[in-house]
C-alpha cells in the first residue's frame, strides 16, 4: 500500500496529468484536492487524447474510484458537460465521487473573475476566467456555496437571495454588468443539482476507509508550486494550495497516511497568465520550445493560449524540493529539447543592482525584477529521444543533464518522459517504492 501525491514544481503545465495516469495503473483511489475547471490536464492513450479539467484523470482506468475533494471548487454547468462528453466516449461514471464540501462556482463568479481582471488593466493576473478566485473568496469569507447547499433547495434560495443582490451591487455599480436574477439561477442551478446528486459524498470519510482497507490513493494536484496562493509568486498566483500540503486539507486527510510526494516538472520551463518568469525567452529559443513537436505545441488546455517558454530553473527546482518534501522528480518533455544545439539551465540568479548571486528563493522574496539568471550551458544531444525506454539508452548529453538537475536539487530524477503517451516513459527508478531522497547536503547547517 502506498499513498502518493504528485505535484506540479513548476508554474503548472509539467505533465502532470501524464504522471497521474502511469502511477494510476496501481491505485484504487485518485483524488483531485484543490483548484477548478482552471485545470487543463492531457492524457494521451491508445491515439486518444483527453484533456481533464474537473475530473481525476483516473477515470481511464476501469474500476478506480476518482474523487473530486473538499478543496475544490466546481463549476456545475462545467462538470456535467466535461463528464457527459467523457461518457459519450465510452468512460464509466460508477466509481466517481464528489465532496459535498466543495464549493461551487455560481455565474456571478465567472462574471465578477473577467470584470476584476479587466479593471486590473496592465496588472491583469492572467486568469483562465473559470471563477476560481471568486469563488475561494467567498469560502474563505464564509457565504460560499458548497455541494451541499446546491443539493437542498431551500438552502440554496436562501443563500441566493442573500448573496445575489450583494454581487448585483457590486457588478451594476463597480463594473457595469447587468444583475443577475436569483430565482432563474435557483431554478438553472437546482437542475444541475439533480444530475450531479447521485456523486456527492463525504469523500474524506471514503477515503479514511479506503487508507483503512490499505488500498492504493493517489492524490493529483492541479497547476504548481509557484502558482500556490501561499508559497507562489504572489499576486500572480492561483486561489487554491496546489503544493503538497494542500493535498491534506484539500482531501480531508491526515499527513501521516501520506508515503510519497512526487514533483513534476518539464526539463524547460512554462508559464501561462502573467506573472515573474526569470528564464523567459521571448525570441527565437521561445518560439522552438513552444512549437517543437506541432502535436503537443505549448498552448494552454483550457483557454487556449500560447504558454511562455523558458529555460530549467533550479532556484525555482530547489524552492519546490523544499516546499513539497519532494521525495523524487518525474522530468517531462525531454524530448522537446532533442533538437537544440545547445540547452542552458538557470543555476543561480544575478541581482541587477549590486551583482550579488542568489541559489534559494528566501534570498530573493518578491524581488523578481531585479533577477537576472545565470546560466550554465549544456551541449544538446541532437538525437530524438522518443523511442528510448531506459537511462542508459539516452544520449550522454541527456543523461549528464538529466543528473545535474537531480544533483542541484539534491532530488532524484525517478521518471523522464519522452512522449505524452504512456509508453513514451523511461523509469529509472521506482517512484514509489525506490529510493527517496535522503537528508544530505541542504540540511548541513
Ligand atoms: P498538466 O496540466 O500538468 O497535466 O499538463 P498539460 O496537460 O496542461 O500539458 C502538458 C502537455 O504536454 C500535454 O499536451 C501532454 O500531452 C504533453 N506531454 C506530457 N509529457 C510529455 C512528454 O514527455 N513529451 C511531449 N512531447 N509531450 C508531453
Ligand atoms: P494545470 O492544472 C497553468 C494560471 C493562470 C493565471 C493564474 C491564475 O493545467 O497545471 P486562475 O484562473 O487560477 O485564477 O488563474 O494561474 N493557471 C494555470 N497555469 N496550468 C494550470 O493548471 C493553471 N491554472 C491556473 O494562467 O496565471
Ligand atoms: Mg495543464
Redesign the pocket.
Known amino acids: 500500500m502506498a499513498n502518493v501525491i504528485v505535484v ?1 514544481a513548476q ?4 505533465g ?2 501524464k504522471v497521474t495516469d502511469l502511477l494510476a495503473r496501481n491505485a484504487d483511489v485518485v483524488v483531485r484536492y484543490q ?2 475547471a ?4 492531457t492524457v494521451v492513450v491508445d491515439g486518444e487524447t483527453y484533456k481533464f479539467h474537473l475530473i481525476p484523470s483516473g477515470i481511464l482506468y476501469e474500476g478506480k474510484t476518482c474523487i473530486l475533494g473538499p478543496g475544490m471548487v466546481i463549476d456545475p454547468k462545467a462538470f456535467i458537460n466535461e463528464l457527459g462528453a467523457l461518457m459519450k466516449r465510452g468512460l464509466d461514471d460508477t466509481k466517481l465521487k464528489v465532496s459535498a464540501s466543495a464549493h461551487v462556482t455560481m455565474p456571478y463568479h465567472l462574471a465578477l ?1 473577467a470584470a476584476e481582471e479587466e479593471s486590473r488593466g496592465a496588472n491583469k ?6 471563477g ?2 471568486p469563488t475561494y473568496a467567498d469560502k474563505c469569507a464564509r457565504s460560499g456555496i458548497r455541494m451541499e447547499d446546491l443539493l437542498d433547495k431551500e438552502v440554496l434560495r436562501e443563500k441566493l437571495e442573500w448573496m445575489v443582490p450583494r454581487k448585483n451591487v457590486l457588478l451594476e455599480r463597480m463594473y457595469n454588468i447587468p444583475p443577475f436574477d436569483a430565482k432563474a439561477i435557483l431554478e438553472e442551478y437546482s437542475g444541475y443539482a439533480e444530475q450531479i446528486r447521485k456523486y456527492v459524498c463525504d469523500t474524506s470519510e471514503y477515503i479514511f476507509n479506503a487508507v483503512q482497507a490499505r488500498k492504493n490513493i493517489l492524490f493529483e ?4 508550486t509557484l ?1 500556490d496562493l501561499d508559497h507562489g509568486s504572489y499576486p ?5 494550495s ?1 503544493s503538497a500540503g494542500g493535498a491534506c486539507i484539500g482531501a480531508g486527510i491526515g499527513p501521516t497516511i501520506i508515503d510519497r510526494v512526487i514533483g513534476v516538472s518539464k526539463a524547460y520551463m512554462t ?5 515573474p518568469f526569470p528564464t523567459e525567452q521571448e525570441g527565437e529559443i521561445g518560439e522552438m520550445l513552444r512549437q517543437t513537436g506541432k502535436a503537443w505545441a505549448e498552448v ?4 487556449g ?1 500560447p ?1 511562455r517558454c523558458g529555460w530549467f530553473d533550479t532556484v525555482i527546482g530547489r524552492y519546490s524540493v523544499r516546499i513539497n518534501g519532494l521525495d523524487c522528480l518525474a522530468i517531462t518533455k525531454l524530448d522537446v529539447l532533442d533538437e537544440f544545439d545547445e540547452i542552458q539551465i538557470c543555476v543561480a540568479y544575478k541581482d541587477k543592482r549590486d551583482g550579488s548571486t542568489h541559489k534559494e528563493m528566501s534570498s530573493i522574496g518578491s524581488n523578481f525584477k531585479h533577477m537576472e539568471p545565470i546560466y550554465k550551458s549544456f551541449p544538446g544531444w541532437k538525437k530524438p529521444t522518443g523511442d528510448l525506454r531506459s537511462f542508459k539508452e539516452l544520449p550522454l548529453e541527456a543523461q549528464r543533464y538529466l543528473d545535474f538537475i537531480a544533483d542541484e536539487l539534491d532530488c532524484p530524477v525517478a521518471i523522464v518522459s519522452v512522449g505524452p503517451t504512456r509508453d513514451k516513459t523511461v523509469v529509472i527508478e521506482d517512484p514509489i517504492h525506490g529510493p527517496k531522497r535522503v537528508l544530505t547536503k541542504s540540511t548541513q547547517q
Not at 508554474?11 to 509539467?14: A, H, R, S, T, V
Not at 500572480?236 to 487554491?240: K, N
Not at 494552454?300 to 483557454?303: A, D, N, P, Q, Y
Open positions: 506540479g508554474f503548472g503545465d509539467e502532470k496529468a483548484g477548478g482552471n485545470a487543463g490536464h473573475d493576473i492572467g486568469t483562465t476566467k473559470r476560481i478566485g494536484g492541479a497547476q504548481g502558482l500572480y498566483v492561483t486561489s487554491s496546489p508559464r501561462v497568465g502573467e506573472g494552454g488546455v483550457t483557454t493560449r504558454r
